[in-house]
């Protein structure tokens, strides 16, 4: 892969084994955040002890350190099986691609989280506060930044994908049946259930814990909006796909009609010709119409269908338990 289609974090993670250690330590950075606001805010006088401030926030340390290794390894998958996609749309798909490997989108987009974040401080600890001790709200500013920035290079990345994968369905298929029941487009079906998958990686734990507690107004509200959130990117996802859908159904309608025809001459003429051969040429035809009827009208082949189904009703199940827990009070 060219190094101008890396994402930034795959820029700056090492190789090999270092590699991994080095996503354990940027998982790691949450409670380091936590650690650090809670002893330096406790000696600025924000609160009467260090553990005032971490109460709360350790639930929120445990998510953002899952999301963050979810994140690392999966921006890696999805950035090479992007680029698996360069050639295939011609330039409209390249160029996207090369979008991917931005330094200065991600940034913006963790800058604003981190002012997100910000904003919360403002609210709970009063500007007063803030402006008396303002090394504990930089080094909290820096600290949430550097944990910022991988999930938002993964929210990027999975944007250029879904905007290549919308690009994709302006152009013809590249490939042709029988060679391929997918026509071409397996990739994209790979591409997808792994963002399918490390979605819902990411929010299922979210809306299983962020939303955790006794039942109340506010709290249903906070996971209704957490799953309309999911809902919305299961919906861009959806459509970016549909053009590439509709011309893998005309193609597979195209194909099964031509099929149909030859199945119906070879069936006339078994019941009406008593030789063998036209038995034989009824028999070909049928296998060939079942060879049209196996072509894909999505691009996904086997063996994503099956990954699919088991992600979707894994979380179909989550959301159902979830909420029936949330009116229940659980």
């Known amino acids: 892969m060219a190094v101008s289609h890396l994402p930034l974090t795959e820029r700056v993670l090492p190789a090999g084994n270092w590699r991994w250690l080095a996503i354990a330590g940027w998982s790691g950075l949450p409670f380091v955040r936590i650690a650090v606001f809670a002893l330096l ?4 006088g924000l609160a009467p002890d260090a553990g005032s401030l971490v109460t709360g926030h350790v639930v929120g340390g445990l998510l953002n350190a899952s999301v963050i290794a979810l994140v690392l390894v999966g921006t890696g998958i999805v950035a090479r099986q992007l680029d698996r996609l360069r050639t295939i749309g011609g330039e409209d798909t390249e160029r996207l ?4 490997g931005s330094i200065t989108l991600p940034l913006v987009i963790a800058l604003l989280l981190v002012l997100l974040n910000t904003a919360s401080h403002v609210q709970e600890f009063g500007l007063q506060a803030m402006v008396a001790a303002p090394l504990v709200f930089v080094i909290d500013f820096v600290l949430t930044l550097l944990f910022r920035i991988p999930q938002a290079t993964a929210f990027y990345s999975s944007v250029i994908a879904v905007l290549t994968v919308a690009a994709l369905g302006r152009h013809k298929l590249p490939g042709k049946f029988p060679e391929d029941r997918s ?6 079906g790979e591409l997808l259930t792994t963002i399918l998958v490390f979605y819902a990686a990411v929010f299922i734990p979210v809306l299983v814990f962020g939303t955790s507690g006794n039942v109340s107004e506010p709290r249903v509200t906070e996971f209704l909006l957490t799953l309309a959130m999911f809902g919305l990117g299961l919906a861009a996802i959806l459509l970016a796909v549909w053009r590439t859908h509709r011309q893998m159904a005309a193609e597979r309608s195209r194909q099964v009609e031509a099929a149909r025809a030859r199945y119906a001459a070879a069936y006339r003429r078994a019941v009406t010709d008593s030789d063998p051969a036209a038995g034989w040429a009824l028999q070909k035809q049928r296998l060939l119409l079942d060879g049209a009827e196996s072509i894909h009208q999505w691009p996904f082949d ?3 269908q099956r990954i699919l189904a088991v992600v979707l009703t894994g979380v179909v199940t ?3 338990l979830r909420l029936a827990a949330l009116l229940l009070g659980v």
């Open 41 to 44: 805010g406790a000696a600025a």
């Open 97 to 100: 691609v090369r979008l991917n």
């Open 183 to 188: 026509l071409g487009l397996g990739s994209v």
């Open 302 to 304: 086997d063996r994503t």
């Open 318 to 320: 989550g959301i159902v």
